[in-house]
Every structure is written in C-alpha cells, then in structure tokens.
C-alpha cells in the first residue's frame, strides 16, 4: 500500500502478480490490489514479492493473462531457473514453494483472468515435475 508515494508495511492485504506485458500492473490497480511493478521496486521487487508470498495473513490475486501452460506451467518453468526466466515465472515457483512449504494455504491464492476470478485447482504436489520445490523447500 502507499502513503502518497511512500510503501507501508502491511500485515493483512492483498498482492497482486502477473505478466506486466498482459496489463497485470493495470489489472492490480483497477481491482485496488497492492503489486510491486512499478519502477521505484525494480530493485526491490523480489524481496517485496517473497515477503508477501510467506505472510500468510496477506491474499495473493494472481492475473494468468499469457500464463503458458497455466499456474503449473510458469511455475515450473520458474523452478528450473536459468537465465531466461521471467521474474512472473519465478513468483509462481516461489508460490508452488510456499504451499508445498506450509507456509501458505492454496485457498489464499486467488487466479483471474480477464474475465475474472477462475478456478486453478491446487497441483498434485506428488508428481515428479515438483521434485525441485520439494528439494529446495525442504533440503
């Protein structure tokens, strides 16, 4: 949240995450949500982004416009790394890492598309494509 132009800390709010190329920044600021695409975080956003994801009391609304594959897909490219990945890939990792961590619930994250609020049911965190999350979670 902001204070004129000042970020405050908040213990309880809603975050908004999504590919700056499909008007994820417009959508989080049509719907009020707090993000961290503006260019007063470009070096902050990462940390900004993973204290949010690890606050529980804090609602993450995700914009899947342009999402390949989905939330399992970005999320996964995410977890493989490398020089290529967007930074939307790596937040979705960092949100697959949270609940198979326990440090957030799946029904904290709410999916959009341009239409509005869908339904992303929660990943078979079993299946060998989250061996990754698993490792660096609980290695």
Known sequence: MLAGDSPLL??????GLGYQKAKAKEWANNEGLTHFMDLRFID????????????????????????????EGMATRGLA??????????EMSWLARAVIGERRSWDS????????????????WHESKWYTAWTLEWA
């Open 10 to 15: 908040v213990h309880n709010c809603n975050v």
């Open 109 to 124: 994250i709410q999916f959009y598309d341009k239409s509005g609020k869908i339904d992303v049911p929660e990943p078979l």
């Open 44 to 71: 902050t956003w990462s940390t900004e982004v993973k204290k949010a994801i690890d606050n529980p009391n804090t609602t993450i609304h995700v914009f899947t416009e342009q999402f390949e594959g989905g939330f």
């Open 81 to 90: 790394g490398g020089s290529g990945v967007h930074a939307t890939a790596q």
